[in-house]
């Protein structure tokens, strides 16, 4: 034998680290495999797909734009899946948000007032809560399993914007498109640069991480949180209300999701529009398992499945690859994530052609 | 509503129930060796895309319905290597299959979107097929109706009354004494991801051959994950997910019911019905936590450590 796969101890801290690194490696790897079965060059593949999207100022400011709401959605979703609330739901409670804000916002298509703007924000940020609200309450008094009451509110939620698109929040003078009127200035997003899209939702997103760090590492709740998470019933002997925390959790990543939603359609889109978000909600859940559940690395990871949005954007205009490339390194990358972290709880011993290596007992 | 009426809604409620059932009873086999496998969505769309390639190049449907198959067990490959070999955490392999099973049939079958396909025709069986309101549904179905129907005897019969049904019970409620009298439960477990893997490849591979025959960038509209929710709405029983699958089928096809009706109800409020049907089932059935402990195998998600 070669190799030889031990149980470590204790999960290695470093491992944890890298093999979010490895994982991207070999996602990079497959990309350029995949660009040379497409028949392209696979250094201009990954040139095109990774750095030239973000070559200019433009591309960095949409980098940001794209982020911002990944970035929100996934620092709600790192909160559950450290509490061990596996909510899947960010997609629905994102496109609730939006539903909810644009619903709001087309009631101050006139005004001017400068309350508008926070009074949709906060809207969006409670449908999103709204939405989040029924699986916890589901999970806390009915026992109801929690992922497939998040997935199936997806779809609806899907559903309903559909309808409100295409029925009440329809605009009348829009030669019956399935869009909801331009929003007026008072309810559009600032942008934080004159000339870029880059708007206020990505602060938003930021201060949101801030605040999970805050939470989660600095605060009685977070660590309740942590130890529900780590030991359920650690943390019921403890004393912790673990209802109380499962409702918590879910209702601050409805607000995030929420917010995402209401940023979308009230900065880089402007209206209603059928297709709020392309799949914004399930990235997310794979840059919380990349960014470790951690704010930095969430961020990291926001950044990086923005980038492969843009790329596949580009990977389209500029080699007239398949856009749904993005989506398949998406999961690549949490293939290999998932693959790599055996190697947080085992070790692989190389052990040469030697065969009198002594074998370790467990 | 007149008979008619009925006679082509049970038949229609057959129809939408048959892909439901036949992942559902990949995902029972698969969770009564104790493996929570929630990339059913994956592979159905991996099993929907190959089905219509297969078919659509070769113009044989039968060719598309084993390549179906045989895609679904390779998506379900991928997925037993996580969550068997590397003891992955089998809910977030399961969801890493199912996002990666959106892409990848997205990626692939870019070349098909659109393309028209004759689907597979009715077997109409004289005789039998006019009976009075059931005679269609269950009688004048397409070859793969019938072989959900065939399936299912095969599925009940295999976990009620055969030894290798036993196996696979003894392995996904007790592990370690299944070590004990010597199975392996790896390799139990395996065949079972695997039966799951070409059931789902199966029912994705009925709806872009034979539902509808076309394919479509996610056209599964989660009903990988409705087939997830049946098997708990079953309580891992084989008999009910009949039942619940053509259940599901009718809260899926209530516009049907509503035209019969005269109701005029916005089609994509009409379109959430099977979710929330879902939604309402899980909770009616989930709430008694005794009968969910009762009925689930033991073992089931937990992963296996084999013991040197």
Redo the contacts between chains.
Sequence with gaps: MLVNVE?RAQGSRTMAYMSPVLAMVLTLFTGALLFWIQEQNPLQGLYTFFILPVADLYGLSELGVKAAPILLCAAGLAVCFRANV?N?GAEGQLLMGALFGSWVALQFLESTSGWAMPLVLLSGALGGMCWAAIPAI?KN?????E???T???N??AL??L??GV??PLKDPDGFNFPESALFSEATTLPVLIEGYRLHLGALLALLAVVAVWVVLSRTFIGFQIRVLGMDSSAAHYAGFREKKLVLLVLLFCGAMAGLAGVSEVTGPIGQLVPTVSPGYG?SA??VA?LGRLHPVGIVLASLLMALVYMGSEMGQIQMGL?L?????????L??YL??C??LI?YRIRWQGFASNVATN?? | MDIDLITNILFAMVRTGTPLLLVAMGELICEKSGVLNLGQEGMMLMGAMAGFAVAFVSGDLWFGVLAGILTGMLMSLLFGFLALNLNANQVASGLALTIFGAGLSAYLGGDFVGKPLTGMEAWVIPGLSSIPLIGKALFAQDPLVYLSFVMFGVVFFFVYHSRPGLILKAVGEAPESAVAVGLSVIRVRYLAVLFGGAMAGLGGAYLSLAYTPLWSDNMTAGRGWIALALVVFASWRVGRLLLGAYLFGAASIMHLVMQGLGVSVSSNLLATLPYLATIVVLVLLSSNQARIKLFAPMSLGKPFHKTQ
Excluded: K
């Design positions: 149980r596996w899947i589901l008094h009915f026992n109801t399993n992922i497939l009451t997935i199936m509110l779809y609806v559903n309903l559909l309808f295409h029925g399930y859940i794979i398992f398949p749904a490339l993005g989506g398949l390194f998406q999961g690549v949490l293939f998932l693959a972290d055996f709880m007992e467990a």
